[in-house]
């Protein structure tokens, strides 16, 4: 099944770096998601500009012209992934802490608390790959625990 999805990328144009963040059904969405890594961050930017380009995709300078999100509408075969999720059970967490050696700083997600998993659901709109990565103590993404 083929629909319209909106995906959040982040662009630094010094460095021509391009991050996928995630997609979304509706480019609201993709914007609430941006905010709310801005807002697990600690960061706000009531001045940045958004601007729509030639090709449609909406484009958010934060913090000058080499930092921008963009927002590009796309075809998706298939589904979105879902954002639901399933916490780990102590004795996973706990096998999971040992095996990555995690120190008392570094928390996995199901760890976090409440409303840090939910902006982070929101800001990668995908229940499995919040799960992929490990995160302070106010839910910001230390490092990867495995490829997706």
């Given at each position: 099944m083929e629909q319209t999805v909106y995906t959040n990328y982040w662009l630094n144009r010094v460095t021509k770096l391009k991050k996928e963040h995630g997609s979304y059904k509706t480019e609201e969405e993709a914007i609430k998601g941006i905010k709310a890594w801005w807002e697990l961050h600690k960061e706000d930017y009531p001045q940045a500009e958004y601007r729509r380009t030639n090709s449609g995709a909406l484009e958010i300078k934060y913090n000058g012209d080499n930092y921008v999100y963009r927002i590009e509408k796309?075809?998706?075969?298939?589904?979105?992934?879902?954002?639901?999720?399933?916490?780990?059970?102590?004795?996973?967490?706990?096998?999971?802490?040992?095996?990555?050696?995690?120190?008392?700083?570094?928390?996995?997600?199901?760890?976090?608390?409440?409303?840090?998993?939910?902006?982070?659901?929101?800001t990668m709109a995908d229940g499995k790959k919040?799960?992929?990565?490990?995160?302070?103590?106010?839910?910001?993404?230390?490092?990867?625990?495995?490829?997706s």
């Open positions: 796309r075809t998706l075969d298939g589904k979105l992934p879902s954002k639901r999720y399933r916490l780990r059970k102590p004795g996973e967490i706990e096998a999971l802490r040992s095996k990555h050696q995690l120190h008392d700083e570094a928390y996995l997600f199901d760890e976090l608390a409440e409303p840090y998993r939910d902006r982070l659901v929101l919040v799960q992929d990565y490990v995160y302070d103590n106010e839910g910001r993404p230390i490092k990867k625990l495995r490829d």
